[in-house]
């Protein structure tokens, strides 16, 4: 028998209450409906106890290697190796289990008081507007836990990494419903002055040689992505390249960047059959399955304000015939530390275009804001051929007859209406991006060799920077910034000033506008649409507040701004601006008429019916729609022909059809209209 005395015997007994209490409080915490459990994992050569997860509390990592291996390993996102474990960190070899915990409230790693200002445009910048340098506390960082590790053999022969992100307990409970995304890269890849692709650089690069300026192959870095779903399961893990992206938004803290799936990364070169952007679709409805790259934007000049406001805009123009992006906030995590929220969104590329439109990306030819950016040198003569218009007289029929044959007419229609609707400032003499086919594709209407837009950066738009105004005291119109602003002498302002002189562009042009008025913009579904994205962002921005500072104005305050905006184009743009620059088609405020569509058989409204008023379908709420027009320009109307049904013609009031018997006519009215598709059975 062992005998024990008086002194071990409260020794022994303190020990025991005293595991006894912890594993109480474990067993508590663990009571926390969370999603993670402790599942092991392997990577070649490398085994760990805890997966990358949503964990209710601390635990204990467990490493594992080959008999003889040693295991190294960083807490900061820094590359392990033995070198760097000698030097005493921030790397370290593993000799026992690491305990794993919720870094919230411990010392920043990344934002720290040294490397934030670096972040940041210089602060004698001579472009002015300096943004004020935002020192977030070690509160105010909220933390995942980054371990990443490797194993070497005694033959030096070293494993795959094991880069793994845990968050603890509420960590995510602020962004629910949202994907969280971790990057893991090493430091060295962000803030070293000559190599880091997110800080300014040495004292000696100003603008505009500032390392988060540059651009191109030089200045992707390797990094390690995982994105946890709405669920909190990672459902993608993969080496990725980054880059940082955007213009003058580079210079604020919380930079966007460009995400690319490479394989010479050691990753995977394209991301196949994942809904990586729910929203993105192709061009026959199916959702885009496959990913060369994708943004995570920091919202452009809506950065600090809203970070909806390009989101909106597009979601609201997915119909029309140009690109958009589609896209969804997310949070973002580097290293372990809050990043803030960004959107999750498309990036172009000719890689998306073959992915959107099925075309083959290799006969793909773009142009970025006037530069090459897919196809090779001899493209520009293409693109110059398209410029060309800018200096030809398009009243003359055979000169704007070669404008159609060389772009999609309805579609130019279409991307200009909406970017003078919306008023976007930084366009069209920047953030103008066109494509084609090079050689036609038969059997596919996108490779018929004309070109196309694709809308981007739309958030210098709504008023931004005017408190929602469209116009007033020192402030231009959007038509009168075209034709004679600071930039008028733009060959695209150029261009569009030769188009206004012809008589049918202007009468489709005018025709288009007033259906995205009606549609589109329509104020009350605008504004619904608005509200939902506001309080989707709303929460968000909170955080992003406390990352990196309150913008002059309140989220609300900015939210009210655009809905003025909306509010009063929507009768700036038929009562004055369209006649006022289209009145010699013979528009004007005093000749605007309602009509009214319904679809009826027998009297009684036709489930699924459809009416196409010339360029848009609106919802038929109630059997129903009523929009305004120019009695001045008769309106086409389609008629659909739902299962069971024959169509049986059109009974007009207020005016008249010129074929009614046919699904498609020509109305024209005097006065308000009421157009009717009536059906049998």
């Known amino acids: 028998m062992i005998k024990i005395n008086k002194r071990q015997y409260f020794n022994y007994k303190f020990l025991f209450f005293s595991l006894l209490f912890a594993v109480c409080l474990l067993s508590l915490s663990c009571e926390t409906p969370q999603e993670a459990e402790a599942n092991p994992g392997y990577v070649r050569g490398l085994g760990f106890s805890h997966a990358s997860g949503l964990y209710p509390s601390w635990f204990q990592l467990i490493l594992t290697a080959g008999e003889g291996a040693k295991i190294y390993y960083s807490i900061d996102g820094s590359v392990p190796s033995p070198e760097k474990a000698a030097k005493g960190g921030p790397v370290y070899q593993y000799s026992s289990p690491i305990r794993v915990w919720n870094r919230n409230g411990q010392p920043n790693l990344l934002a720290t008081m040294q490397n934030i200002p670096m972040m940041y445009m210089h602060p004698f910048d001579p472009r002015g507007n300096v943004p004020q340098v935002f020192y977030p506390d070690d509160n105010g960082v909220p933390k995942a836990a980054i371990i990443r590790a490797i194993a070497v053999d005694s033959g030096g022969s070293q494993s795959d990494e094991a880069i793994l992100t845990y968050f603890f307990g509420g960590n995510l409970a602020n962004y629910a419903g949202h994907p969280v995304i971790s990057l893991v890269t090493d430091p060295y890849n962000l803030i070293d002055q000559n190599y880091g692709i997110y800080v300014r650089g040495a004292e000696a690069n100003r603008w505009p040689n500032y390392n988060f300026n540059r651009s191109g192959d030089a200045w992707e870095r390797p990094a390690y992505l995982q994105l946890f779903d709405v669920k909190r399961k990672v459902s993608l893990s993969t080496m990725v390249g980054i880059r940082i992206r955007g213009a003058y938004s580079r210079d604020r803290g919380q930079k966007s960047f460009n995400v690319y799936f490479r394989e010479e990364h050691g990753g995977i070169n394209n991301l196949k059959n994942y809904n990586l952007i729910p929203g993105a679709v192709q061009s026959n409805g199916q959702p885009v399955a496959t990913y060369k790259s994708f943004m995570l934007r920091n919202g452009g000049n809506d950065t600090e304000i809203n970070k909806l406001r390009d989101l909106y805009i597009q979601s609201l123009l997915t119909d029309r015939n140009f690109t958009t992006q589609a896209g969804v906030p997310c949070i973002v995590f580097i290293n372990g530390e809050y990043w803030g929220p960004y959107n999750l969104q498309e990036r172009y590329s000719d890689n998306h275009i073959e992915y959107k439109y099925g075309v083959n990306r290799n006969n793909v030819i773009s142009f970025d804001n006037g530069q090459l950016d897919d196809g090779v040198e001899a493209d520009m003569a293409l693109y110059e051929n398209a410029m060309k218009f800018r200096n030809m007289d398009m009243s003359i029929k055979a000169n704007y007859d070669e404008f159609c044959e060389l772009f999609d007419l309805q579609g130019f229609i279409d991307y ?203 919802v038929l709420s109630n059997g129903s729609w009523t929009g305004r027009y120019y009695s001045a320009l008769p309106v086409t109307v389609t008629a659909n022909v739902p299962n069971g049904y024959a169509f049986s013609g059109w009974t007009v009031t207020g005016g008249s059809a010129e074929n009614p018997s046919s699904q498609t006519t020509v109305v024209n009215f005097t006065g308000n209209a009421a157009i009717t598709a009536n059906y049998s059975r």
């Open 416 to 618: 200009w209406a909406a970017q003078i609707y919306i008023y976007n400032e930084d366009w069209p003499h920047n953030n103008f991006r066109m494509w084609r086919t090079r050689n036609i594709e038969h059997g596919n209407p996108y490779g018929d060799g004309k070109w196309r837009y694709q809308m981007f950066d739309t958030e210098f738009a709504l008023g931004i920077y005017s408190g929602g105004a469209v116009t007033g005291q020192s402030r231009r119109n959007p038509f009168d910034e075209i034709l004679n602003g600071t930039d008028n002498n733009h060959r695209n302002n150029r261009l569009f000033k030769q188009l206004m002189g012809n008589q049918d562009f202007c009468k489709q042009f005018v025709i288009t506008m007033m259906d995205m008025c009606n549609v589109n913009f329509n104020y009350n579904s605008s504004i619904a649409k608005l509200d939902e994205m506001a309080k989707i962002y709303s929460p968000l921005m909170l955080g992003y507040d406390q990352r990196w500072g309150r913008s002059w104005k309140s989220f609300d305050a900015f939210i009210g701004d655009m809905k003025n905006y909306l509010n009063v184009m929507r009768n700036t743009m038929p009562n004055t601006l369209l006649p006022d620059y289209f009145g010699s088609i013979g528009i004007s405020s005093g000749n605007l008429r309602n009509v009214t569509l319904s679809a009826k058989c027998n009297g009684a409204n036709v489930s699924g019916a459809a009416i196409k008023i010339n360029t848009t379908t609106p």
